[in-house]
């Protein structure tokens, strides 16, 4: 059984392919691409553009611990539908993912009830407590992707260091999330004027830069990459701009709500406005696409973050942070950054499938003749409105329900099967 | 019963000030009058039928003895029935969420929902879901709505005194508000009340406790207390909490006394006419001396009194002005 998908426009970014282009996919693998080939079905992705499934290094799936929010199963299926194929995820679960024992779970997990491919990233630190570090190897050798105490920061700077030495002797990268927490004293939004009119506690930028510069230079001094999440403010992104012109192997992300939403947003206390980092500025937001379009920034990820309508529907100050992405990033990257000219179609999709995989080297985020055949087809064009009711992620705990997004996926294919089909069978 | 309004009251809610216009805060201002002279008749009967048969809840999630008490004494002189749900008292100790809490007092009909929470945005989270009148009445650092309608009545009613016009306003008038300014609700709703009222504010308080851009709410802000009052009409004075001496906001109430306190000795530099106001609770010859907080300068109870007939206004226009809850 073959399956065609045809009449697309293939965008490939680590071969630089732009161009109208079919692809035969045969036993989960990419056979050929080209012109006019046939296949046993077809799927006609006509005015779709055909690329690499897209590959998120953040989201959070809550698996095991936090069921009630999402799980294994629903968050891949959150996933396809949003046009990924390849997730990260994170570790903060409970109990939280610091051992080989709990990485195995999560792939047996996956393997059991997940459509596309969950990548577990291990804790840095024994149950994140941010003191002893874990057994890295070990975690390398079952598979783990990357470690990370995503959801706070290492706080001390003798364990972050020794933690950067041990996982890049390990081979695995940390991914930091930046926050100097004893900066906020509960804190629920960034720091300025909106926080000083809503009278919400602030959580100042320096927060996050002061430990992005923190964990660059322990890095250097570690002689370790690191890869920076969720970067928020125009002072990180210099921070970074710096390191990576002095050739520091420092790699970052940012997230969709960080280009499309400012702190503005917070006003009538929707907790769905509430996220860590924060959302920002104007000048942050100019700041965070300025850095997409230069390459500063190195890819796009979701933080997808899952919460109960129950948790979320709450005062602002003590609701969860976080909300879900993984069903609307593609679209917002189209209606955000690609719609308004500050990105190619071409850019947009790299930041979202080979550069991701690059930075944690995964096989994944590219289309290639004889490799693993996950692929997205997607109508840059189409207009859809978000409606949280329709979700597959289990949580609805987002601030763009009512958005009219352009871009929509149409199909998602893991290892050659249709994870995702809105185009139907055969055309 | 309203006098002469330029315009209907046509919220269902009274949630702060800052989405209010001053045709709308001047109508809270001048229905007000009519409610002091309930509360002063001399017949003693110090009531009217306004709000008979409805429900006030006075739903507290924070201590508070004065506004508590004032909006209790406010619904009694409409002729409403009052309930009272405190913090120990209610179900947040079983962790029941606002939302449902409010369900259920709305599912034994209630007209006015007046709360006080520590979490800001409360009053406004619970108005657009629910049917009630919702009366904020001090959410966390947010707003404190009623206070500052009614400091700004009393400095109406004082600078009119002073000038022999009933008819002036505080355009132009300038107030000094001196203290906390970051923890406080009550510098915010007023900074919204006097500056759409035409009124020149000044901010002034540690460096540490002054939020961040407040300036961008088109008021001036200094650490000098001298230049803060140095033309003030009105000084008012904020209550500084100890506990943030804790939280290294500032090294002790020793050296806030010596900077920031309003005493015989600070207050030499503000002109003589100059009024001082205070939102109470006072803590004496800290922010304030004793002896100016019960001086002739003060209008501290005046207030007080005029807290409870702000309040009756706000139930009754929001009751009243025939917007469906």
């Known amino acids: 059984m073959s399956l065609v998908i045809k009449n697309g426009h293939l965008i490939e970014p680590r071969a630089g392919l732009s161009e109208p282009m079919d692809v035969l996919v045969e036993r989960g693998r990419v056979r050929s691409l080209g012109k006019h080939l046939d296949g046993d079905e077809v799927l006609d992705a006509r005015g779709c553009i055909v690329c690499p499934g897209l590959v998120d290094l953040h989201v959070h799936f809550r698996e095991p611990g936090y069921e009630t929010k999402e799980t294994i199963e629903t968050g891949s299926r959150a996933a396809a539908w949003g046009g990924f194929t390849s997730v990260v995820t994170m570790p903060n679960t409970a109990p939280a993912i610091d051992n080989a024992g709990m990485v195995e779970f999560t792939y047996r997990r996956a393997r059991e009830v997940a459509c596309i491919k969950v990548l577990p990233a291990a804790c840095a630190t024994k149950g994140r407590e941010g003191r002893e570090m874990t057994e890295m190897a070990e975690l390398k050798a079952v598979g783990a992707v990357a470690v990370t105490d995503d959801g706070s920061d290492i706080a001390s700077s003798w364990v972050m260091r020794r933690v950067l030495e041990y996982g890049a002797m390990c081979g695995l990268k940390y991914l930091a999330h930046c926050e100097d927490a004893s900066l906020s004293e509960d804190g629920v939004m960034n720091e300025g004027y909106h926080s000083t009119r809503l009278g919400l506690p602030g959580r100042p930028k320096a927060m996050e830069e002061i430990m992005i510069d923190r964990n660059i230079r322990l890095a250097e001094l570690a002689r370790a990459p690191i890869h920076i999440q969720h970067v928020t403010t125009a002072g990180g992104i210099e921070i970074i701009r710096r390191a990576k012109d002095r050739g520091l192997p420092v790699t970052c992300e940012t997230a969709p709500h960080y280009w499309m939403l400012t702190d503005d947003a917070v006003s009538g206390f929707g907790t769905n406005a509430k996220m860590n980092p924060p959302l920002r500025e104007a000048v942050d937001v100019e700041a965070i696409r300025a850095a997409l379009a230069d390459g500063t920034i190195d890819c796009i990820a979701t933080d997808h973050a899952p919460h109960t309508i129950t948790e979320k529907d709450v005062e602002f100050q003590i609701a969860p942070f976080g909300i879900v992405g993984l069903e609307t990033a593609l679209a917002l990257t189209i209606t955000g950054l690609v719609e308004p000219g500050i990105l190619s179609i071409e850019r947009a999709v790299e930041l979202l499938t080979s550069a991701p995989a690059g930075i944690l080297d995964l096989k994944a985020g590219e289309i290639r003749d004889g490799g693993k055949a996950d692929i997205t087809v997607f109508d840059p064009a189409a207009e859809w409105i978000v409606d949280p009711a329709k979700f597959q992620s289990m949580s609805r705990n987002t601030p763009f329900a009512g958005y009219t997004l352009r871009g929509r996926v149409r199909a998602t294919l893991c290892d050659g099967v249709l994870v995702h089909n809105e185009i139907g069978g055969d055309a | ?325």
Request: proline share 4%.
């Open chain 2, 1 to 325: 019963m309203a006098d002469t309004a330029p315009i209907a009251w046509t919220r269902k809610d009274l949630i702060g000030i800052e989405p209010l216009s001053r045709p709308e805060i001047e109508l809270i201002l001048d229905t007000a009058p009519q409610f002091v002279a309930v509360s002063a008749r001399v017949s003693g009967i110090r009531k009217v039928p306004l709000l008979q048969g409805r429900l006030v809840v006075n739903w507290f999630y924070e201590p508070s003895t004065r506004t508590r008490t004032s909006f209790e004494l406010a619904a009694k002189r409409l002729s409403a029935d009052t309930l009272s749900i405190s913090a120990s008292t209610s179900s947040l100790v079983k962790g029941e969420s606002l939302h449902d809490t409010l369900a259920n007092i709305e599912a034994m009909r209630s007209d006015v929902i007046v709360i006080r929470h520590k979490y800001a945005g409360s009053a406004q989270i619970l108005a657009t879901r629910h049917e009630s009148h919702i009366i904020n009445a001090g959410d966390g650092r947010h707003e404190h709505p009623t206070q500052a309608l009614l400091d700004a009545l009393t400095m109406r009613d004082k600078i009119r005194e002073r000038r022999g016009d009933a008819t002036a306003s505080l355009d132009g008038v300038r107030v000094a508000i001196i203290g906390d300014i970051s923890h406080s609700r009550v510098a915010r709703s007023n900074v919204w009340c006097l500056t759409k009222l035409g009124a020149r504010v000044t901010l002034c308080g540690p460096s540490t406790l002054m939020p961040p851009e407040i300036g961008r709410m088109g008021v001036d802000v200094t650490t000098d207390l001298g230049e803060a009052i140095a033309d003030a009409d009105v000084i008012y004075a904020l209550r500084i909490q100890l506990e943030r001496q804790q939280r290294c906001l500032f090294p002790s109430l020793r050296e806030y006394i010596r900077m920031f306190r309003i005493d015989r000795e600070s207050i030499k530099v503000a002109p003589e006419h100059a009024f001082i106001m205070h939102p109470g609770p006072i803590n004496r010859d800290i922010e304030l001396s004793a002896e100016l907080a019960d001086g002739k300068r003060s209008v501290i109870l005046e207030q007080v009194t005029n807290g409870v007939a702000v309040r009756m206004a706000i139930m009754h226009l929001l009751v009243n002005s025939g917007v469906e809850n």
